[in-house]
């Protein structure tokens, strides 16, 4: 790649208009862009004549151009090809430059010999899966390519001196055939003999790590064959510790000496950090308006690199009770919708780190807390006390899994209505069955990521996938009603379109079963904040916070009756009004979601700012029971059964992430459901819940305090249908949120 060009353009110089290659079929526009300097003006300077950046031609440079693209051309195997240019100039001034590529055959590769392979370095310096063979156009960037691989390979399997010796020649320019020779010089293979740490202190202070303590943290060994991957990963590590300013964990120099040693010395070069951190961080969320963060953390907590973290953070500040200022005018009016917000959130733990345990190769981790979270419209989680006892390992590169078991007593707290019409808990007794008493929530879960992005807040290539198990179960300290089985897998994809332009993909797809592996078996009472939920800024962007999929709804105004037996101690109540209070997700135990995205660097700050167009599907349904029907089938699940809705959005990078505003459009309706009215308590905490779907026959009994309570046992049928405003202004959702989207 060569350098960029000048944007200062001279008086009278020519404004260069249109870039344009012809004649090349190996090798796409955009490639051959970069390896020269002629460059066209912006794509805002072309249009509009006045914003944007003004690029002009610059003679010498076309000419050196011309001498960069047959250089780029001949070390990628086409020897004969020829580039010429014509510069056409328009009436205004500026030019359009076109560069005229003949290519030719390419020279490929006829003959192909590796020598001094033996029987152990034979099968790691193959070239099988390498595009170094015969056949293949001679291209020297691939070739030295696949010679780096190979020398990485020999280095990575126990020898640390290998190198390769290359030679190659075009013997035959008219037939286009090229011969190359590879000479491979292993060397002997080693193990470590001796690893040495030189540590240095912080400035006036005494030396806090001892060498066995930083041997410890490595994840090589004295005995170990020598691969420099390994040295790598023990490098990553150290810096992971966050003990340390700088790392290097290299072979000794005086290692590379010896030609017939078989043991080598392995250098650890260290120089100690604080140990000893506070961070603190204040924000305002959509969903949380004012929010807090206190962590502190001892890096070598009673010696030995064992870690202490202590955390404190509250949410929903300006907005919950007690709280509350201004009115809450600072805060989102979306939150005014969600009951669960009415008590400040809070998490108050501790979590003692060892870097091993029992000589075992993995990062153990032990936490205590007590929290208070919600989740938007479906639940609130309070947990009086609970831990975790967690174990971390990387099962090999960058793989890492996570195995954990935590212990929890609390409560969780979701809507009347959601238990009545999910759970046909719907009278006050048989509610609080489920929510209204503290008990133990023990669950076994498994988490593995595989993380292949050369970047992880603005991926341009690579994949990424994570997948999660949980169980919850009476035989491992579980009560009685709370067991389940939850898994959840999320695939990324990511590739370069253009140097401006990214195209991401993902896949989430979920299921919560029953006690068994089966996804027939009776699901039962799960825990609401173990259902799943869709639609938000992180999910499906056409549909606000967990909106997606069946939904159910609280009228704003008290019932009617309808219908009265005779002397009036039962009756049927009715909607009074057409008039919503809220809406409550009921999530489900099925889910999948995807997520289509173009990503588009801005023509101003392209690091900073960055477009999107996205196409965003999904749904989220309950086997075995539903409240409006069926399920989507799997055979028509993608062409009928996801709602997919469009949208463009805006991404500005900032020190705490990525923020994010998108608007999708969303063509659907608010499916039917079921609808109901709830009473607030009364004096004795006597809280109905009155199903008022339109058709409903359920009755309704006078109790002793001359309050109505409708008869559990029957389902609120879903027919009630929302009235919908068919606006285009009406069908878009706007989301905002921080962090990456996926």
């Known amino acids: 790649m060569v350098r960029a060009q000048s944007t200062e353009c001279d008086a009278g110089a020519r404004e260069v208009r249109s870039l344009d290659f012809r004649g090349n079929k190996a090798f796409r526009d955009n490639e051959l862009a970069l390896r020269i300097e002629t460059t066209a003006s912006s794509l805002m300077r072309r249009t509009l004549r006045a914003l944007g950046t003004r690029r002009c031609l610059d003679s010498d440079a076309l000419r050196l151009d011309v ?39 390419p020279v490929l590769v006829d003959s192909l010999a590796i020598g001094g392979l033996d029987s152990a370095t034979a099968p790691i310096a193959s070239t099988h899966n390498l595009e170094l063979r015969e056949g293949v156009i001679f291209d020297i960037t691939k070739t030295q390519a696949a010679i780096d691989s190979i020398k990485s390979r020999l280095r990575d399997n126990g020898y640390p001196r290998a190198d390769v010796a290359a030679g190659y020649t075009v013997y035959d320019t008219i037939a286009h055939r090229a011969r190359i020779t590879l000479d491979v010089i292993a060397g002997a293979r080693a193990r470590i003999g001796k690893l040495r740490v030189f540590d240095e202190p912080m400035p006036e202070a005494p030396r806090r790590l001892s060498d066995a303590t ?23 590590d150290l810096y992971q510790s966050d003990l340390f300013r700088h790392v290097e964990v290299r072979l000794a120099p005086d290692s590379a000496q010896g030609k ?101 190769h993995g990062s153990p981790a032990i936490s205590v807390y007590s929290e208070r979270r919600g989740e938007y419209q479906a639940f609130l989680r309070t947990t009086v006390v609970g831990g975790e006892a967690s174990l971390t390992r990387e099962l090999r590169h960058e793989l890492p899994l996570r195995l954990a078991y935590s212990l929890e007593y609390g409560r969780t707290d979701a809507q009347p209505a959601l238990l009545c019409a999910v759970f046909n808990r719907c009278d006050s007794e048989s509610r609080a069955l489920l929510t209204g008493r503290n008990r133990p929530l023990a669950v076994a879960s498994a988490h593995l990521d595989r993380l292949r992005a050369d970047n992880p807040l603005n991926p341009r290539t690579g ?65 609401p904040e173990e259902r799943l939920y869709a639609g938000g800024a992180a999910s499906v962007r056409g549909f606000q916070q967990n909106e997606l999929g069946d939904l159910i709804y609280i009228a704003e105004d008290a019932p ?42 801005s023509f101003f700050y392209p690091e900073l700012i960055q477009y999107t167009a996205f196409l965003d599907g999904g749904n989220v349904w309950q086997r075995a029971r539903q409240l409006r029907g069926t399920g989507p089938a799997l055979s028509n699940l993608f062409l009928k059964g996801l709602r997919w809705t469009p949208g463009v959005g805006v991404r500005v990078f900032t020190p705490v992430g990525p923020f994010q505003a998108n608007v999708g459009y969303n063509p659907y309706q608010r499916p039917a459901g079921a609808i109901f009215y709830d009473k607030a308590p009364n004096a004795q905490g006597f809280a109905p819940l009155y199903c008022v779907s339109p058709g409903n026959r359920i009755p309704a009994v006078k109790l002793a305090n001359g309050e109505y309570e409708q008869l559990s046992g029957s389902s609120c049928p879903a027919t009630y249908l929302p009235p919908e405003s068919r606006t285009f202004l009406s069908r878009l959702t706007f989301t905002f949120s921080i962090g990456p989207d996926f």
């Open 463 to 527: 994949t990424m996938l994570r997948l999660d198990l949980r169980g919850a179960a009476k035989e491992i300290g579980s009560d009685n009603d709370l067991q389940f089985i939850k898994g959840l897998a999320d695939g990324s994809f990511y590739r370069p379109v253009s140097r401006g332009v990214t195209f991401a993909a993902r896949l989430r797809l979920g299921s919560v079963l029953g006690r068994t592996f089966s996804f027939s078996d009776s699901v039962g009472f799960v825990p």
């Open 560 to 601: 009617v009756v309808v219908d009265s037996a005779a002397g009036g101690d039962t009756v049927y109540f009715g909607l009074g009004t057409d008039r919503l209070r809220r809406v409550v997700p009921v999530g489900g135990n099925s889910l999948i979601v995807a997520n289509l995205e173009m990503r588009m660097r």
């Open 260 to 360: 017939v040693d078989s043991l080598v010395t392995v250098d650890v070069l260290l120089s100690e950090n604080y140990v000893r951190q506070v961070d603190t961080e204040v924000g305002w969320a959509v969903l949380d308006c004012f929010k807090g963060r206190a962590l502190l953390v001892d890096k070598n907590f009673l010696g030995e690199a064992r870690r202490l973290e202590l955390t404190a953070q509250v949410s929903k500040i300006g907005h919950a009770e007690n709280t509350r200022f201004a009115n809450g005018k600072f805060c989102a009016s979306d939150m005014s919708q969600d009951p669960f917000s009415s008590q400040v959130n809070y998490f108050i733990g501790s979590t003692f780190r060892l870097p091993t345990l029992f000589g075992l």
């Open 214 to 236: 930083v041997l410890r943290l490595l994840d090589i060994q004295v005995g170990d064959e020598y691969s420099e991957h390994a040295l790598a990963d023990a490098q990553r």
């Open 67 to 105: 001498g960069r693209l047959r250089l780029f051309y001949r070390r990628h195997g086409y020897y004969n090809a020829a580039v010429d240019t014509t510069v056409t100039t328009y009436e205004d001034g500026g030019v359009k430059v076109v560069f005229n590529i003949a290519e030719g055959e």
